[in-house]
């Protein structure tokens, strides 16, 4: 469900350290009275020297072929396509590939894509717990009742907006057995 790869974009910069805006050729702020293209330079060269190389892997998935194509799109535009993979794949049958693994998730909220939210939200926490153990998940969604479907407890809740939809960011934390058993032997 990587959509049009926004998220994986914006986390390929972040692991690099990679200024926004970095391939854009023309700002406002150029053509005022007082630009200083000597500073803006300096600044430029700046962020460029601290961008750091990046070893790891991003990954998407998404089922919807028109999303594939657009996140593929947006990826070569950011020229991001040696950092960030693009695959077609149901997550409903996808399997924990990556070690270790962070997953970032921001499946439909029934905004522009009409789904059923109480089995959607249920199959996905199924996914979670059979596919995707010791695995760090976060989710983002407006809709507050489908997220409860899940059925799992998120680790942290965060309040954002999405435009003007409010949301929740949620943080679920998978191991392998239970939760307890986890525990028990992390402080052993």
């Not at 990046?54 to 990826?75: E, P, T, W």
């Not at 998940?137 to 407890?153: H, M, N, P, Q, T």
Request: overall charge positive.
């Amino acid at each position: 469900m990587c959509g049009s790869g926004t998220l994986l974009i914006e986390a390929a910069m972040i692991a690099m350290d990679l200024p926004a805006q970095i391939f854009r050729k023309r700002f406002g702020f150029q053509n005022w009275n007082n630009y200083d293209a000597d500073l803006f330079s300096k600044i430029k060269e700046f962020r460029i020297n601290r961008v750091r190389q990046f070893d790891g892997k991003i990954v998407g998935y998404d089922i919807d072929a028109r999303m594939l194509n657009a996140a593929r799109m947006n990826v070569e535009a950011a020229e991001m396509e040696d950092v960030i993979e693009i695959k077609k794949q149901d997550f409903f049958e996808s399997k924990k590939e990556l070690f270790p693994l962070l997953m970032v998730f921001n499946p439909p909220y029934d905004e522009r894509i009409s789904i059923n939210d109480d089995d959607f939200y249920k199959k996905i926490g199924d996914t979670f717990k059979t596919h995707y153990p010791n695995t760090l998940a976060w989710l983002i969604s407006s809709d507050l009742e489908a997220v409860k479907k899940i059925g799992l407890r998120p680790s942290r809740k965060i309040k954002l907006f999405n435009g003007k939809l409010e949301t929740r960011f949620l943080q679920y934390e998978m191991y392998e057995g239970t939760k307890k058993v986890h525990k028990l032997e992390e402080n052993k």
